[in-house]
C-alpha cells in the first residue's frame, strides 16, 4: 500500500475529487494547510501598508491505495491539481506498512 500526500492550490480541490472519484478512488483526507515554497509568498497592501505574505492558503489531500494502483492515482492527481504555473504543489509518496479499520479489525488493503 501506498500513501500519496499532495499539497495543491485551494481552487483545484474539486477538479482533483472528481478526478480521484472518477478512478474509484473514495476515501480521502482534506486539510486546509499553509506553506509557500519557491515562490516565497506575495505582497499586498492593507490600508495603504504593504506586507509581505509568506505563507499561502493550500489543501493538502492524503489518502492510501494498493500499491498496483498508486502510479495511476498519481498521475490523475497530479494532472487535476496542474495549471502549469508556479504553485502547483508537490506530491508525496510513502509506503505504508499496515492498514486497520477499527470498526471490523478489517486489516492491509481490506481496510482502504
Excluded: C, S, W
Excluded at 9 to 34: S, W
Excluded at 104 to 109: A, C, V
Aim: glycine share 10%; no cysteine.
Amino acid at each position: 500500500m501506498k500513501k500519496v500526500e499532495a499539497i495543491i492550490q485551494p481552487f483545484k480541490l474539486e477538479e482533483v475529487k472528481e478526478a480521484l472519484k472518477a478512478l474509484g478512488v473514495d476515501g480521502m483526507t482534506v486539510t486546509e494547510v499553509r506553506g509557500h515554497g519557491r515562490q516565497k509568498g506575495h505582497k499586498e497592501v492593507y490600508r495603504g501598508k504593504e506586507y509581505t505574505v509568506d505563507l499561502l492558503p493550500k489543501v493538502k489531500v492524503e489518502l492510501v491505495v494498493p500499491a498496483a494502483r498508486a502510479d495511476e492515482v498519481i498521475k490523475t492527481l497530479a494532472g487535476a491539481a496542474r495549471t502549469g504555473k508556479i504553485g502547483d504543489g508537490k506530491i508525496f509518496v510513502y509506503d505504508v506498512a499496515e492498514a486497520i479499520r477499527i470498526r471490523n479489525d478489517d486489516r492491509g488493503e481490506a481496510a482502504l
